[in-house]
């Protein structure tokens, strides 16, 4: 019956048994941590456009519709820039521009991120990063305080050389953003 009432994809249900005793339910929670990453990129490249160079949320609409046909290519990308082509009927403003720019959790996110700690599974793209305003100056020590095995673990891979900074995380969003054009 799930089989019938689910999407299909090349005539294939987008439906699976994945075992007994909660795994599917497992395998959901993850995949909802994963999409929270994604969602959070796509914002994280929202608002470099719009207040890094100051495009509009059409043109910004534009660029994520041009991502379509790139591997970029996913719904939430899809959905993001037919939001961003919305106006408020009342305003005549971008819809985004007048909703309130806060968003709550269920959980399923911090869960994924707790498991994969319990696991030693690396999980940089699920785990909130604290900008370089919110990091303090570096400290003497190379080594951050230890509360459990996870951390521990943790803590080695992110301390690679007692030089490094652990409140800076590279970028790969450059990488994706459109070349910009002169203007003529």
Known sequence: MLEEISAH???EPCCTYISK????HFVKMVHNGIEYADMQLIA??????????????KQIADIFESWMDTELNSYLIEITAEVLRQEDAETGKALVDII????????????TVQTALEL???SPALVKQPSL??????PFSAEPPVHSKATR???RSRTATPSSNRCAR?????????TRRAST
């Open 9 to 11: 994809v090349d005539g």
């Open 21 to 24: 005793d909660g795994a599917g």
């Open 44 to 57: 994280e490249a929202y608002d470099l456009l719009r207040k890094g160079l100051g495009d509009s949320p």
């Open 100 to 111: 309130v720019d806060a968003a709550s959790q269920k959980g399923t996110g911090a869960w």
């Open 120 to 122: 030693g599974v690396p």
């Open 133 to 138: 305003a919110d990091c303090p100056p570096p």
């Open 153 to 155: 673990s943790l803590s």
């Open 170 to 178: 590279p970028s790969t969003l450059p990488r994706l953003l459109p």
